[in-house]
Each structure stands twice: as structure tokens, then as C-alpha cells.
């Protein structure tokens, strides 16, 4: 979160009270947090099928269909209950592919534990060395933070991070992926790292 930005407990209590301005606003705070979380699902298990703007979308339409049902206060329980939604279109869009009849609850049930487990994936190999105690009390308030952060990287800072961190990469691995040398990958990633420490920095 930006210096000066509502706090998500202060647009949560607007939205309650039927402030549609807060609402939109809440959700906005999440749109790259789910970017992020959307991309690695529809890479590991869609295989490019989807796109991952698209899955966001539709879990914000979702939210605000169901907004009424949400009983959480906080944060963490906000990012919870858009994980789950999240979790829920993405095991519709397998059904449609891969033809599963039916609402399957453990599959649901399954992508919402890879969400969790990324989630924390986020900011665990980027930023966890880093952290006071207070931060990991708040790892999920981090890892929005962090994916606001990325989102303002140049593009290829952006992309050698989620690659080598996110996806869990290899060097070799991620130049194929950019179509870079060796050499340039590892330079590249070099500076990416600082730059996205000094970005966080000013975020949060």
C-alpha cells in the first residue's frame, strides 16, 4: 500500500455501508497480487489456455456479486476470501477444458491450497531474509505489497524475477524463456533485485 491510501479495514467498512467509489478501490489493491497468482496457475495447469487478466476479472465480478456473504475484517481474511473465488473460477475454466463433470469440491479445494502455498511463495525467496518480526505477522499483507512493487519494475526486471523466483527457473532456463544470453539473464537479474528492494521500500 501506497503512503496515504486508505486502509483495506477503513474500505472494507465503506463498502459495507454501500460506498461503490470503496469497493472498486479495494479490489484494485489486489488486481496485481491476483495477476500474479492467476499467471501461475494458467502456466502450471492451463498451459497458456487462459488469460490470467481475464481470471482476475472474473473473480472481481464475483467478489461484488457475493460481497454480502463476506464476513472478514481484515487484510489477510479479504486476500483469503479473493483466493478462494479465484481458486473457484479456476477449476471451472478446468472443467471446461478438460471436461471434469460436475462441481468437484476437492479439486476447488486443491487449487485454493497451491493459491495459499504461492501466496506465500511470493515474497518467501524475495524479501523473508529482510523481514522484522512485525512483517512476518503480516505475510500476507507482504505479498500484496510485493506484487504492487513488481508491477512498477521495468518489463524485464519484472519478468526475470517471476521466472527465476515464481516459477522457480534456472538461469538456463529463464534466457530460453526471454530469448536472452546466459550472461545478460544473470546481469539482468542483478540488477532487478535491488531495484525491486528500493521500489518495496517506497511502497510500503
Known amino acids: 500500500m501506497s503512503r496515504g491510501e486508505p486502509e483495506c479495514e477503513e474500505l472494507l467498512k ?3 455501508a454501500g ?3 470503496a469497493f472498486g478501490q479495494l479490489l484494485e489493491r489486489y488486481r496485481h497480487y491476483l495477476m500474479l497468482l492467476s499467471r501461475l496457475q494458467v502456466g502450471r495447469r492451463l498451459q497458456g489456455k487462459a488469460d ?3 481470471m482476475v476479472q472474473e473473480t472481481f465480478l464475483e467478489a461484488a456479486r457475493y460481497f ?5 475484517n481484515s487484510e489477510p481474511e479479504f486476500t483469503c476470501w479473493l483466493r478462494q ?4 473460477r479456476l477449476s471451472h475454466l478446468m472443467r471446461h477444458y478438460y471436461g471434469t463433470q460436475a462441481r468437484d469440491v476437492r479439486l476447488e479445494r486443491l487449487l485454493g491450497e497451491e493459491l495459499d502455498q504461492s501466496s506465500r511463495a511470493i515474497d518467501g525467496a524475495l524479501i523473508a531474509g529482510h523481514s522484522t ?10 505479498s500484496v505489497l510485493l ?7 521495468p518489463e524485464d526486471y519484472r519478468e526475470v524475477i517471476y521466472l527465476r523466483h515464481l516459477e522457480g527457473l534456472t538461469f538456463p532456463e ?5 530469448g536472452r544470453s546466459l550472461d545478460s539473464v544473470e546481469k539482468l537479474w542483478v540488477r532487478a533485485l535491488p531495484k525491486l528492494r528500493r521500489v518495496l521500500g517506497a511502497e510500503s
Do not use: C, K, T, Y
Open 85 to 88: 473465488i479465484l481458486a473457484r
Open 68 to 72: 454480502g456473504q463476506f464476513r472478514g
Open 133 to 142: 518480526p512485525s512483517q512476518l505477522a503480516s505475510r500476507r499483507e507482504q
Open 19 to 21: 460506498n461503490e467509489h
Open 14 to 16: 465503506l463498502a459495507r
Open 52 to 54: 490470467p487478466g481475464d
Open 174 to 178: 529463464v534466457a530460453q524463456r526471454m
Open 147 to 153: 506484487a504492487n512493487a513488481l508491477s512498477l519494475l
